[in-house]
């Protein structure tokens, strides 16, 4: 009964590399979200995504920030040239359909930039 | 308006003691109230939820308590235990998939 998958647990970058952050969604479910926790915070929400398709991506900084749920394999959060401002715990999260279905989280991954 | 506001920011119980942490919320169209309980190193966990139609939800240990027209809703965990030893948030949403997310609160249920 595998939850949200998200790998990996902890990923440390020097300041101008690139993070990679993998989501696999529950079983079943095709609504990906990511939300982000910086220390003694709320989630604040990020991007919500569906299958091949970006429907709202209105929570991510317009610059350094991406993301992607490919047809195949799992959702992408990608950001470039860190910066230590991006330290945080980053959540993904999926539902079975997208209005006012329960989120269920994974564990996070929490990136460091050093 | 979109913000969900939650207290306090941290709570010491005792063992037996009953828990209470309060959210208020402004936005009228939000019609879904989850709290969430995460542990240390861990995602949040759906704990229980609530629908603005009734004014309690219980869940063993776990009530929910919703007071529509002060826009408040609160989470009472009775009998509290040092395992509840965790942080809890609220959530509010309406009709939507944008979970707006209280601050988080902190228990600590002394054995």
């Known amino acids: 009964n595998a939850g949200v998958m998200q790998n990996p647990r902890h990923l440390v970058r020097r300041r101008g590399q690139e993070a990679r952050l993998r989501c696999s969604p529950m079983?079943?479910?095709?609504?990906v979200y990511w939300y982000r926790q910086l220390p003694e915070e709320g989630l604040k929400f990020m991007v919500y995504?569906?299958?091949?398709?970006?429907?709202?991506e209105s929570g991510m900084p317009k610059e350094r920030f991406s993301a992607e749920f490919p047809k195949e394999g799992p959702s992408i959060l990608r950001i470039q040239q860190v910066v230590r401002g991006d330290s945080a715990a980053y959540f993904c999260?999926?539902?079975?359909?997208?209005?006012?279905?329960?989120?269920?989280f994974g564990n996070g991954t929490r990136l460091t930039v050093t | 308006q979109q913000q969900v506001k939650q207290s306090p920011q941290s709570l010491i119980v005792q063992k037996g003691g009953i828990s209470i942490i309060n959210c208020a919320y402004e936005?009228?169209?939000?019609?879904?109230f989850p709290w969430y309980q995460q542990f240390p190193g861990k995602g949040p966990a759906l704990l229980i939820a609530?629908?603005?139609?009734?004014s309690e939800k219980k869940e063993g240990r776990f009530t929910i308590s919703f007071n529509k027209s002060a826009k408040q809703f609160s989470l009472h965990i009775m009998d509290s235990q040092p395992g509840d030893s965790a942080t809890y948030f609220c959530?509010?949403?309406?009709?939507?998939?944008?979970?707006?997310f209280g601050t988080g609160t902190r228990l600590k249920v002394l054995a």
């Open positions: 995504l569906q299958k091949e398709n970006i429907i709202d």
């Open positions: 079983k079943g479910h095709s609504h």
């Open positions: 999260a999926s539902s079975t359909t997208g209005e006012n279905s329960p989120l269920h």
């Open positions: 609530i629908r603005p139609d009734v």
């Open positions: 936005n009228t169209a939000f019609d879904y």
């Open positions: 959530a509010a949403t309406g009709g939507t998939y944008k979970y707006i």
